[in-house]
């Protein structure tokens, strides 16, 4: 049987894969699957790493490495404890949405609102923790009228430096 999701309007077939590099593998009903035939594969948009430690021992070091980097955590969603206070039991799961400290934020470029805040996830995927995120320069490329290519490429930077850091403390 064949599973199809509504993306930006068109219908889109997903095709099984390896879930060690799926960035849906945290969504639910999508574990192990990729969309296809929407021109970007699993690889270009999502920067994903196995952390060395515990799912609590990973949630901290991201965040004390977020920290350190001068990112500005604006919310974070524990959809696991969102979830289990409805009655229902999911894997553990934590959104963080942040901003960098960059001076641009009092006048942002026109369209940077499109693409943010930017999210980074903390998951536990069958019996690992996976820290991953969306490569900001390939977000802003969904408004390339915006010209924010050379500010995604700094977050990017500091994102995949955060994430690598945190993976391994």
Do not use: N
Not at 48 to 67: H, N, Y
Not at 97 to 117: I, K, Q, R, Y
């Amino acid at each position: 049987m064949r599973d199809m999701v509504k993306f930006t309007g068109a219908a889109v077939d997903y095709i099984p894969c390896d879930a060690s590099v799926s960035v849906f593998a945290c969504a639910p009903g999508l574990r192990g699957r990729t969309p296809r035939g929407i021109g970007l594969t699993q690889l270009e948009y999502a920067y994903k790493r196995r952390a060395t430690k515990g799912f609590e021992a990973t949630v901290a070091a991201v965040e004390q490495t977020m920290l350190e980097h001068g990112l500005v955590v604006d919310r974070v969603h524990d959809l696991h404890a969102t979830v289990a206070a409805k009655g229902f039991a999911i894997s553990p799961l934590r959104i963080y949405e942040f901003s960098t400290g960059e001076g641009f934020w009092a006048a942002p470029p026109p369209g940077l609102d499109l693409v943010l805040p930017c999210r980074l996830s903390v998951c536990l995927e069958q019996e690992d923790v996976i820290v991953a995120a969306i490569r900001p320069s390939l977000a802003v490329r969904i408004f390339p009228e915006a010209h924010l290519d050379a500010v995604a490429e700094r977050i990017e930077t500091t994102v995949l430096r955060v994430i690598d850091e945190a993976v391994v403390r």
